[in-house]
């Protein structure tokens, strides 16, 4: 190449370089589509790709391709997807972290198949692709011609790669704040919605629940005891709605501060064994097991309503012919007596990417149906009293719920036992 040359080249590469740093980040794959396009017009190569790492998959994905032909037989043929395991030379340079350079592909010991007979590469130069100080990827130009890129050329891609490592990375920032905030207005709007459902949902329960009660004395009255079975059933079903449109109604107190409690000495294990009645079914038991009595300071029916969550959320996990167990227990801890409540099922456990998330709102997990709504109230209530609730899992060993509190109250609460 003349001097001449020489500098035309160099003076467009750094045209390019001016251009890449005018790029927007608004978009992850637009943002890297045209930086392709830049960089692969500058080297004149057939194809220019900018490889990012799938961790979940073990790929390198070219989210950044120039629209050439080379890259568009790329894309129809699947090679813009490159599992790590397959090698090649693209693969070499991420895993390795050294550059490449290469005017024979053909030649070159365990190159990709699809790459050279394929797309027909004859030249390739490669270079890692670092985002906020981590290898994340390759920056990656071919061509059809033999011997057709330099030492210059890699050069230029080994600067240029820490300008797109930059883009990617305000790319990356400017999509979790995007993801972040549609996240929010999402969950505001349901909030919204919830509350107003609830209200409305409460307005018709308490007349339906009259009527029901009146049909099950008329009932009674007439010794009619399949008709005060099947009421009761059905006064059982009204009851748990009523259940569920406090659960959306307490939701929204929290947001909005109104949710308190009013701590009073209470039995904790009465309260675990009245539970264990009123929730256990035929196909899934709940046994008590503790001291006689553990008398906590304590808001019962908020308390109540914390375990009513629990251990139906326990009981939708268990399999057929299983139990549920509820433990009581207490301990001194630096000179205090804490009061423990464990909610043990045998299920399959909570999945380890929702354990982080377990007690948030509004999720689920598995093929569990509801809307998740439970155990944050759950987490809540025991927030109120200045109690922690926490939970332990093993994939296929089922999940303890652990819910501690001073057995003297929450903090700014006398004791009155």
Sequence with gaps: MSGKEASSKEGRLMATLERLLELPAADLRQSLNQASELLGAALDADKFDIFLHDRSRKTLHALGTSNTPMGRLQQELGLDVQPVANGGSTARVFLTGAPHLSGRVDLVPGELPGVVQALG?????????????????????????????????????????????????????????????????????????????????????????????????????????????????????????????????????????????????????????????????????????????????????????????????????????????????????????????????????????LLPRIFERFVTGGKASGLGLGLYLASRIAAAHGATLTVSSNPGDGATFRLSLLVTGPPGHPDEA
């Design 121 to 353: 590469v004859r030249s390739h130069a490669a270079v890692p692709l670092e985002v906020d100080g981590e290898r994340r990827g390759v920056l990656s130009a071919q061509s059809g011609q033999p011997e057709f890129f330099s030492e210059g050329d890699l050069r230029f891609l080994s600067a240029v790669s820490r300008w797109i490592g930059a883009l990617t990375h305000r790319a990356e920032l400017v999509e979790q704040v995007t993801s972040a905030a549609l996240a929010q207005g999402r969950r505001e709007a349901a909030e919204e919605l919830i509350t107003v459902v609830a209200h409305d949902l409460r307005n018709y329960l308490g007349p339906l629940m009259s009527r029901i009660e009146l049909l099950q004395r008329r009932a009674e009255a007439d010794g009619r005891a399949n008709d005060q079975r099947d009421l009761e059933r059905a006064n059982d079903s009204v009851a748990r709605l009523g259940r569920l449109v406090s659960d959306l109604l307490d939701v929204g107190r929290l947001e909005q501060g109104l949710f308190e409690i009013v701590p009073l000495p209470m039995d904790l294990v009465a309260l675990a064994k009245d539970t264990a009645a009123v929730l256990g079914t035929p196909s899934v038991e709940v046994r008590v097991q503790g001291p006689p009595e553990l008398v906590v300071v304590a808001d019962k029916a908020r308390l109540r309503q914390a375990l009513d969550n629990l251990v139906s959320n326990a009981i939708k996990h268990s399999p057929r012919g299983n139990w549920v167990l509820l433990r009581i227990s207490s301990d001194l801890r630096e000179g205090k007596e804490y009061a423990h409540l464990d909610v043990v099922d045998h299920g399959a456990g909570v999945p380890p990417e």
